[in-house]
């Protein structure tokens, strides 16, 4: 019987490998063809400010519907696109579009950051291509921004990758804002970032999951945001969903706060609507 078992669940296996394989592949074919920006499209979620209730800025993130598979997250198509390399055309055209937003919602008086969700291939793109940093140097000009206002936001991950931090400090250095995405998620050495050139630390969703549960995950929250403000960064809590969540982390002395109690992903257009929170 265990035979019989271990023989079915191999076949389940082998099937189930198979489909993911087949959706990989067309996942694959249909980035291609998509081309930048076909098929793409973008939701900003408003950052609020803590202690004022402000919306502050706004992170961009990327939706694509597929012409067969229909509606797919970001966490399967981005690695994906990583891997075939169609994440550069891709992270370009979100940079423009992005940018071009930002200078919108400007003109239309609401002064808000972008924050970009910036993946490590981008930054070893090939040298005949034009880098993250020019192709951010020159939409900021044209469009008159704040660099400052610009928050690249890159993974804990790439702390530890030498020629990634080469570029993540060049653009540190020319005033683009950092960001430290999903802090925490992973195994987190606390000593990078003394050396890292980032402004702020985005402290991960598995924190708040947790923090009404168990309440000493208030206290690790509340000594990764002292010693934030230590080294001269803030601090972002990303998804509070609900108004306890959003007491214990405030209590915690966290900046700032994104999630689906304050606002979920919006399209562009109603942004706007938030005007009087701005
Ligand atoms: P992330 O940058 O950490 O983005 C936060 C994710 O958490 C988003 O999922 C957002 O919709 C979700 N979220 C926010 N508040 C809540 C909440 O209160 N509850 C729950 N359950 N979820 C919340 P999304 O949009 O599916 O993005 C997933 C990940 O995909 C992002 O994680 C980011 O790593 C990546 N991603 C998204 N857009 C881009 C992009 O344009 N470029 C790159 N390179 N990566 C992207
Ligand atoms: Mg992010
Ligand atoms: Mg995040
Ligand atoms: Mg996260």
Redesign the pocket.
């Known amino acids: 019987r265990d035979a019989a078992n271990a023989g079915r669940s191999v076949s389940v296996f082998a099937s189930d490998l198979r489909k993911r394989l087949a959706r990989s592949r067309a996942i694959e074919d249909g980035l291609w063809a998509s081309r930048a920006g076909a098929g793409i499209s973008?939701?900003y979620?408003p950052k609020v400010e803590i202690h004022s209730g402000r919306v502050t800025g706004v992170?961009?993130?990327?939706?694509w519907s597929h012409p067969e598979l229909g509606a797919i997250?970001?966490?399967e198509f981005?690695p994906v696109a990583e891997r075939t390399r169609t994440?550069n055309p891709l992270?370009e055209w979100?940079i423009r579009e992005s940018l071009r937003q930002q200078a919108d919602w400007r003109r239309d008086g609401m002064d808000l950051s972008m924050a970009?969700?910036?993946?490590p291939v981008?930054l070893l793109v090939e040298p005949s291509h034009a880098s993250v940093l020019e192709i951010l140097v020159d939409e900021c000009a044209r469009l008159d921004l704040d660099r400052r206002k610009v928050e690249l936001?890159i993974?804990e991950g790439m702390l530890t990758d030498e020629r990634a931090m080469v570029q993540v400090r060049r653009l540190a250095d020319a005033g683009f804002s950092i960001g430290i995405?999903?802090f925490g998620r992973d195994h987190s050495a606390l000593s990078l970032l003394v050396e890292s050139p980032a402004n702020t630390l985005?402290i991960d969703?598995s924190f708040v999951d947790n923090v009404l549960r168990n309440p000493r995950q208030a206290t690790i929250i509340r000594f990764i945001t002292e010693l934030a403000h230590d080294l001269g960064m803030r601090t972002v809590v990303?998804?509070?969903?609900h108004i306890r969540q959003l007491v214990a982390v405030a209590g915690a002395g966290c900046d700032y706060g994104?999630?689906?109690?304050y606002y979920?992903?919006m399209c562009a257009g109603r942004i706007l609507d938030l005007r009087q929170a701005a």
Do not use: V
Request: glycine share 8%; aromatic share 6%; hydrophobic share 35%.
């Open positions: 973008l939701l979620q992170e961009a993130l990327m939706r997250s970001p966490a981005i994440i992270g979100l970009i969700n910036i993946s981008q936001e993974t995405d999903d985005k969703k990303e998804g509070i969903e994104q999630g689906y109690f979920r992903p």
